[in-house]
């Protein structure tokens, strides 16, 4: 089982709670036998997507700009569980992971496909995988929740995911709860695929 994670902390030093779940995810990962590859965004050099869709059309899945995406994308098309953890941006991803989002559209084809009534694109790599993602918020706040964890559903169609699942922690939240939640998303990303 292949697992990817994307930190999304910012490297102001204001992501402790997001750092903390990266940590539990790849040791609880690694502890289950898992390949994990990490990457913690904030230190890495990610330019923003041209929108020039050369990754469709030019060099079909292939990024025609060449900096750290590479790999993440690489890793992305091999990963079994993608796990992503960010925190909530008026009930978004933050900006550094919103960036390195922004360049996957390789993964979807330049076709349409009717999933559930709506148009969608195909994936590129038919491949099942789960989807998880963990947001965090300075503080509870109902409605930042409520669209992240529709943004999150929605996201999960558009990548065929299995099994998709959203989790929201508060900075500073209980590190035994954080345990917790990561095990029970591990073990039900497993159980799915």
């Known amino acids: 089982m292949r697992v990817l994670i994307l930190n999304g902390s910012p490297s102001d030093g204001r992501g402790e709670t997001s750092n ?3 940590d539990e995810t790849e040791r609880k990962a690694r502890a289950k036998g898992f390949a994990v590859s990490r990457f913690d965004l904030a230190g890495l050099d990610i330019k923003p997507c041209l929108g020039c869709f050369a990754c469709w059309v030019k060099h079909p899945g292939t990024c025609a700009i060449k900096d750290d995406e590479e790999p993440i994308l690489r890793a992305m098309a091999a990963s079994d569980i993608l796990f992503w953890i960010t925190p909530i941006a008026f009930g978004g991803y933050g900006p550094t ?3 390195a989002l922004d360049r996957s559209i390789s993964f979807a084809l330049p076709l ?4 559930r009534g709506e148009i969608h694109h195909p994936q590129r790599y038919d491949k099942r995988r789960s989807f998880l993602a963990f947001g965090t918020l300075p503080s509870a706040e109902a409605e930042s929740e409520r669209i992240f964890h529709n943004l999150v559903r929605r996201n999960g169609i558009n990548l065929h995911s299995v099994r998709t699942e ?3 922690l508060t900075e500073g939240a209980d590190g035994a709860g954080m345990t917790g939640m990561v095990e ?5 990303a497993e ?3």
């Open 184 to 188: 029970e998303l591990l073990v039900a």
């Open 20 to 22: 903390g779940i990266a």
């Open 97 to 99: 992971l919103k960036k």
């Open 191 to 193: 159980e799915a695929i």
């Open 166 to 168: 959203s989790r929201v």
């Open 112 to 115: 349409f496909l009717k999933v």
